[in-house]
């Protein structure tokens, strides 16, 4: 059996940004290890017929560019609702996910602002990539 792990990074503003939103929430840490365990599981090679996520709490982002698979998911955190958890974008190369931006209602994000975001910090990270 393949011992290929999924790996996780973070965009360096993503890493102070996400900082400063679980300061204000407490459970905010433990919510973010729990969702790389079932990320991990869920796009792990071997584990594509067991999905950890519906597609109510995980959402591929169109149009962000050819080839490049760039995701948002609800982050369920104890003591904020559905609607004010985080949703968390990320970019998938590979076995390596790194977590690029979020958005709250807490703090009224707008969609399409996180998707410009997204094509912006996958830009900084690797500015060869073509973008949409």
């Known amino acids: 059996m393949d011992d290929l792990q999924i790996e996780f990074d973070e965009h360096p503003t993503f890493s102070k940004e996400f900082e400063k939103f679980c300061k204000k929430y ?50 369920n955190t104890e003591g904020l609702s559905q609607g004010q958890a985080p ?10 996910i790194t977590f690029l931006c979020f958005g709250s209602h807490i703090d009224n994000y707008k969609d399409s602002e996180l998707r410009e975001l997204v094509k912006q910090r996958i830009q900084q990270l690797e500015s060869s990539i073509v973008l949409s």
Not at 36 to 47: M, Q, V, Y
Not at 57 to 69: A, K, Q
Not at 87 to 94: D, S, V
């Open 26 to 75: 407490q459970q905010c840490s433990l919510a973010y290890r729990h969702l790389k365990t079932l990320l991990s599981i869920h796009f792990h090679p071997h584990n594509q017929n067991n999905p950890q996520f519906t597609l109510k709490v995980l959402h591929r982002l169109e149009g962000i560019g050819p080839n490049v698979y760039a995701y948002k998911v609800v982050m």
């Open 87 to 96: 949703r968390i974008c990320f970019w998938i190369r590979g076995n390596l």
